[in-house]
């Protein structure tokens, strides 16, 4: 998403494009939410508010919780998983979402599917 955003990677942008005219709703996690404003330059703001409204969030309850919970015990130490990863990665687990990510190292979950 820092990279859509940024509209620095051609790459980047035609597959952000391609999905964005799919039929399929593209969601997100609060956690992202975060994670992008976090790292916003204040240039950058308008082209942040652009994306998070193409954007559905999907909300964080205790079922997500749970699994991130999970992961984290299974994760934390072997593959480094940290909070906000485990979050985002429940979240497409638990709503049977593709993740789409450039780093899956982040991600070693199993149940968890890539685009």
């Known amino acids: 998403m820092i990279e859509v955003s940024r509209g620095s ?3 980047i942008l035609a597959k952000w494009a391609d999905l964005a005219q799919s039929d399929h709703a593209l969601m997100c996690s609060p956690v992202t939410v975060a994670e992008i404003w976090h790292g916003a330059r204040p240039q950058e703001y308008q082209a942040v ?3 998070f409204a193409a ?3 999907v909300a964080i309850d205790a079922q997500i919780g749970r699994r991130a919970g ?3 015990r299974q994760y934390a130490r072997s593959h480094s998983v940290e909070l ?4 985002i990665a429940a979240t497409a687990s638990v709503h049977h979402l593709t993740l ?3 780093n899956r190292k982040r991600y ?3 149940d968890v599917s890539f685009t």
Do not use: I, K
């Open 9 to 11: 990677d051609p790459a």
């Open 49 to 51: 508010e652009e994306l």
């Open 55 to 57: 954007l559905v969030p």
């Open 70 to 72: 999970e992961y984290l």
């Open 84 to 87: 906000g990863d485990a979050l």
């Open 100 to 102: 789409w990510t450039r």
């Open 108 to 110: 070693p979950m199993q």
